[in-house]
């Protein structure tokens, strides 16, 4: 028993021991070396050292000085310093900082005085120069109903004032372009001496935005511009052209809706881009001018006719892609994919895009945007909008002077197996063309809109737009009605391009050739964006600078045999001349000199005068299946030139040409085991030499060749090992060179 008393005895003196012990250790202290900095009118920072006791977490707390309450204290944990904010401006505080313990034993409180400041000088947190003419910069600082700002160009001593009251921010606009400016910020009633530091910022030439019009099916030489009718006034269309350039010889590469809006799109030939019919599509992943401007921050939008798919494209923010109904009204009250849901639209659809353009001026034009506007007209069925019908009723329509049907020297294919819409009656021409300029008419006007609102938003200058059609139109000539064809009235497009940071008014670029595969490198030029996509075509600015030299354009059509039967058709044109060739299993090709002949009358294929011309475009054909990757260059097709014109009698003398190169005939085609080759030479060459490459220029075969003066004829034993396919076939003399096309297909 007495063990037990002492044992309970001696824990008792233990544990009041540890609680002395306990209590004793937990003094806080005091915090020292209180300080405050960092004085604004709405703020203070206070900061001290640490207590000499054990602290746990301290509080801070602050009232007006002269007042009992002290503000509801915030723990700080072991923190040395806070800022006080919501403080009233010109005010003296007692701010205090109190250490505790963990059981909650608080020290002595340490209080420090100081007042807050009459106002606070503001602070720039954003600087957004967002074109080139408009700025907004926001700041930050205590409330204030006396905040400004003053700027000024660094280069000027005059200062402008923005009153912005208790906002923290400002839009400055009308801004000189590609200008170094400087500013300051006060949020005193009494500026003096309260402006912040001098801060600065450069407007830039910034980025354009991106206006692309395209028509669909439309005459390059129906505007003012072009020598269209002189009643018939675009005054809008013409308006870009007269404020900027008009390239005179624009060309698409083939003349088929679908192919040549992948071409503008993807900047790439129709095979290349995979677009090769209206029913085909764009090979997936092909960067598109949508997908790059995207990438690079531009809104892009596409409204109207895309015709390759209506659903909507990778690189596109916003979508109203017109669903047409083909084959009936192809204008009124269509469906349309808006952003993935069909919808449809009353009226008729040449004001459904204009009024869906010019909403989307109104949301995105303070961003950089890429639209693309898509007309459907003037398409047949001419179909215009009610106000239109007949406007022109008494004027003369542009019948063409050779409505005539080809005679000599044309393709047999061309009036025996096209279906009957491929050809027109010249007493229909007129009624035919009344409603495409009708249609033309309204597209005007809606042009017109659009620009007024780039006009309104004062963007129109720093706005590139591109004025084109998707491909020409053959109206009568030669009694034909269609396109896809190599003939001028259907390669040919209107392009007019306004963009006075490259072009004045009036610029006229005749020297050149543009093509549809030079928007996609214009536009990212326009933009900046220099990144290697391996374009077809040239920007435009190089071209019409002189930078780029196109001598000869190369035009493709690739075979169809459904219910129009075509051969495939491959073409080069140049400013003066137009070669044509024709996918037959007979030599079947046209040539005209555009110089004497610019409506395409006479076929010169047979005339010796042009022989040597003749070869240097065949030459050129070849280098650019060539260096274009063109593998499109089958089937032949069963057609001939009917109705030659043979050549005019030659008398073979010395002084004439080695070989006369329009007199080479390959034979057979296809070709299985040999190649039999009959030619005409004006002298002698014992060094001569017959070469077979295959389309990517690959000698794959050759032997040495005794040219003799005259007839020369003889047979090519073909490489067993060769594949089936398109080759070429050359005689190599010392001062000429006669290429020609053979299919071979070894047994």
């Not at 915030?74 to 313990?101: E, G, H, I, M, R």
């Not at 074109?131 to 700041?139: Q, T």
């Not at 007839?711 to 396919?725: F, I, Q, V, W």
Request: charged share 15%; net charge negative.
């Amino acid at each position: 028993m007495k063990h037990h008393v002492l044992l309970l005895l001696l824990i008792s003196v233990f544990n009041f021991i540890v609680i002395q012990e306990s209590f004793a250790a937990c003094n806080p202290g005091i915090a020292t070396n209180l300080k405050l900095s960092d004085k604004k009118s709405c703020s203070i920072k206070l900061s001290w050292s640490p207590s000499t006791g054990q602290v746990n977490y301290y509080k801070v707390k602050y009232r007006v000085t002269g007042t009992t309450g002290w503000n509801s204290a915030k723990k700080v944990d072991l923190d040395l310093s806070y800022t006080f904010t919501d403080l009233n401006p010109s005010t003296s505080y007692d701010f205090a900082v109190t250490a505790y313990c963990k059981d909650g034993t608080s020290g002595e409180n340490a209080i420090k005085t100081g007042s807050t400041t009459s106002c606070t000088i503001p602070e720039t947190t954003t600087l957004n120069v967002f074109n080139n003419h408009s700025a907004i910069i926001s700041w930050s600082g205590c409330p204030s109903s006396f905040n400004q700002l003053r700027y000024r160009k660094a280069s000027s001593s005059t200062w402008f004032y923005v009153s912005t009251g208790s906002l923290q921010t400002v839009t400055l606009t009308t801004l000189s372009t590609n200008t170094a400016y400087v500013y300051q910020l006060v949020a005193c009633k009494d500026t003096a001496d309260n402006w912040s530091k001098i801060d600065s910022f450069t407007t830039t030439v910034a980025r354009p935005n991106i206006l692309f019009i395209i028509l669909d099916d439309s005459r390059y030489d129906s505007f003012s511009s072009n020598g269209g009718p002189s009643w018939f006034h675009t005054s809008n269309m013409d308006r870009i052209s007269k404020e900027g350039a008009n390239f005179k010889v624009s060309c698409v590469v083939f003349s088929f809706c679908v192919p040549s809006r992948a071409s503008i799109v993807t900047g790439l030939y129709p095979h290349k881009n995979g677009a090769v019919s209206n029913t085909s599509d764009i090979t997936p992943g092909l960067p598109t001018t949508a997908t790059i401007l995207d990438s690079a921050g531009y809104y892009t939008g596409w409204i109207g006719k895309y015709h390759i798919d209506v659903s909507p494209q990778p690189g596109y923010d916003y979508w109203l892609g017109t669903k047409v109904n083909s084959g009936t009204d192809e204008f009124n009250n269509l469906q349309y994919n808006y952003n993935g849901t069909l919808k449809t639209i009353n009226g008729h659809d040449t004001k459904t895009v204009t009024d869906s353009s010019a909403v989307f001026v109104d949301r995105h034009y303070t961003q950089n945007f890429f639209l693309t506007v898509a007309y459907h007209g003037p398409h047949n069925p001419f179909i215009p909008q009610p106000q239109y019908s007949g406007i022109y009723a008494d004027d003369p329509m542009p019948v063409p002077p050779n409505t005539a049907p080809y005679t000599v020297n044309y393709p047999s294919f061309l009036y025996k197996q096209l279906p009957p819409t491929w050809y027109i009656a010249p007493s229909d021409i007129p009624p035919l063309y009344e409603g495409y300029f009708e249609m033309l008419a309204g597209i005007d006007e809606g042009i017109g809109e659009i620009l007024q609102k780039l006009t309104d938003y004062d963007i129109l200058d720093n706005t590139l737009v591109i004025f084109t059609s998707d491909n020409g139109y053959i109206f009568g000539e030669h009694g034909l009605f269609n396109k896809r064809l190599a003939y001028d009235p259907s390669i040919r497009v209107p392009l007019f391009v306004r963009y006075p940071a490259w072009y004045s008014a009036n610029t006229v670029i005749n020297n050149q050739i543009a093509l549809n595969v030079d928007f996609a490198p214009t536009i990212l030029a326009a933009a900046g964006i220099k990144t290697p996509y391996n374009f077809d075509g040239a920007s435009l600015k190089d071209l019409s600078d002189g930078l780029v030299n196109r001598q000869y354009i190369y035009y493709e059509y690739i075979y169809s045999s459904a219910v129009v039967k075509l051969p495939y058709i491959r073409a080069v044109r140049s400013l003066n001349d137009m070669y044509i060739s024709y996918g037959c299993n007979s030599q079947t090709e046209e040539f005209f000199d555009l110089t004497i002949d610019p409506l395409e009358n006479t076929n010169q294929i047979n005339k010796s005068s042009y022989s040597s011309l003749i070869n240097t475009f065949r030459n050129q054909l070849a280098t650019f299946e060539t260096t274009l990757h063109d593998n499109y260059l089958t089937p032949i097709s069963t057609c001939s030139l009917l109705n030659p014109q043979k050549n005019e009698e030659v008398n073979y003398t010395d002084s004439d040409l080695d070989i006369d190169p329009s007199q080479l005939i390959v034979y057979p085609v296809p070709a299985t085991k040999e190649i039999d080759y009959y030619f005409i030479s004006r002298s002698d060459d014992a060094n001569a030499k017959l070469v077979l490459t295959n389309l990517y220029g690959e000698v794959v075969q050759q032997q040495p060749l005794n040219v003799a003066h005259g007839e020369n004829a003889g047979n090519l034993n073909l490489n067993p090992n060769l594949t089936s396919g398109l080759y070429y076939l050359t005689v190599n003399c010392a001062s000429a060179r006669l290429t020609s096309r053979i299919v071979i297909n070894p047994e």
